[in-house]
């Protein structure tokens, strides 16, 4: 995800005042670039980073549910123009205890969704960073795509895999190259996954046994949401999203 990464850590080390709310209805739909809303343990962003790059369009997004640890939430845009370009990343950011990898053993996630829209090319992914210092810059970034719709691509020195994997049941292509000075690994489904269960730590581990990612790396911010290019009258809608770390 190519937007500021102060920002994501900023926004992460907020939740830790965070009161979690185990029941919550449905709130209206917030639209501005930056808006967000704190939910129990997760914050929802908006976040339309690379608007600018669009000929046209907008995005919304809003809070269905949250019943103990289990949310629902959407997001809907229409964005045209600035081909190749990502327009936004709404997403959740859980509030998690900022370790060394080492430190962590589960990091158990759910996620069930839908997505709708004509001309779609979006991507549906996990968005996790690292650092080796818990207020340093991130220096890694780890995606685990859910999805690639319409032709969408992850950043790539080569264009091809490095690695074909499977983990937490299902198969993934492992892409790598450079976001500035940020090494970036990312996890393509080899077919769209709708609804995923698994211990994130599982793609971690295989960082740091297989491609040389030091376990010393600290989490620093996990979140989870939608990067689209472009489409029309598209809708994500999570059903259901959870994340605890132990």
Not at 84 to 112: D, F, P, R
Request: net charge negative; hydrophobic share 40%.
């Amino acid at each position: 995800m190519k937007f500021s990464t102060a920002f994501a850590l900023a926004g992460t080390a907020s939740l830790a005042l965070a009161t979690p709310t185990p029941t919550l209805q449905k709130r209206a739909d917030f639209c501005g670039q930056w808006d967000s809303t704190v939910t129990g343990s997760y914050t929802i962003y908006n976040n339309l980073w690379g608007e600018a790059s669009a000929s046209s369009g907008s995005q919304c997004t809003g809070v269905d549910s949250l019943s103990g640890s289990t949310l629902k939430w959407h997001t809907k845009w229409t964005w045209a123009g600035g081909a190749g370009e990502v327009k936004s990343y709404a997403n959740v950011v859980t509030s998690i205890t900022q370790k060394a990898l080492s430190s962590i053993s589960k990091l158990t996630s759910v996620w069930t969704y839908t997505s709708t829209g004509t001309d779609l090319v979006a991507d549906v992914a996990y968005d996790l960073f690292t650092s080796s210092t818990a207020s340093g810059d991130a220096e890694y970034e780890v995606m685990i795509w859910l999805a690639a719709l319409g032709g969408a691509g992850p950043i790539s020195s080569t264009g091809s895999p490095i690695a074909t994997v499977t983990l937490a049941g299902k198969s993934w292509k492992l892409y790598y190259g450079l976001n500035g000075s940020m090494k970036v690994y990312s996890f393509v489904a080899s077919s769209q996954v709708t609804s995923f269960s698994g211990n994130l730590m599982d793609f971690f581990n295989y960082l740091i046994s297989d491609q040389g990612l030091s376990s010393s790396q600290i989490l620093t911010s996990a979140g989870a949401g939608t990067e689209p290019f472009s489409g029309t009258n598209a809708v994500l809608t999570t059903t259901a999203f959870s994340l605890t770390q132990s």
